[in-house]
């Protein structure tokens, strides 16, 4: 399995929506510097609780904004102690995938504080 890596949480401006955006950031990396045309998710999007366990789980949004216009989605698997980040796919327009990105494991307890902390 690969080594574990941190999740951290940046608030960033979305020119576009004219609103606040949160993005994932893997040790330190934004998740948007491994993907073109991705944006973060905006607070609404958080009712749909991005990043918890599940099939297909929004990780990041279309760059216009709207996140149901294009996302990225991941399959996040929790397994004890550490949670798993993989299969990267935009299942909207031709529904690409990213293969060569992750997968990311992450410990549970670290990635539950921050998941926490958006509320």
């Known amino acids: 399995m690969p080594k574990r890596v941190e999740l951290g949480?940046?608030?960033?401006?979305?020119e576009g929506v004219y609103e606040?955006?949160?993005?994932?950031?893997v040790d330190g990396t934004p998740l948007t510097d491994w993907f073109e045309a991705f944006s973060g998710v905006r607070q609404e999007d958080l009712e749909a609780k991005p990043f918890q366990p599940g099939k297909a789980?929004?990780?990041l949004g279309c760059d216009c904004g709207i996140a149901a216009c294009g996302p990225l989605v991941a399959d996040i698997t929790a397994d004890g102690d550490t949670i798993v980040w993989s299969g990267f796919r935009r299942p909207h327009r031709g529904?690409?995938?990213?293969?060569?990105?992750?997968?990311f494991v992450f410990?549970?307890?670290?990635?539950?504080?921050?998941?926490?902390?958006?509320?």
């Open 20 to 25: 606040d955006v949160f993005v994932p950031l």
């Open 9 to 14: 949480m940046a608030r960033v401006p979305h």
């Open 107 to 119: 410990g549970r307890a670290q990635y539950d504080e921050v998941l926490l902390e958006l509320g």
């Open 95 to 103: 529904g690409r995938e990213y293969p060569g990105v992750g997968p």
């Open 57 to 59: 789980r929004l990780v």
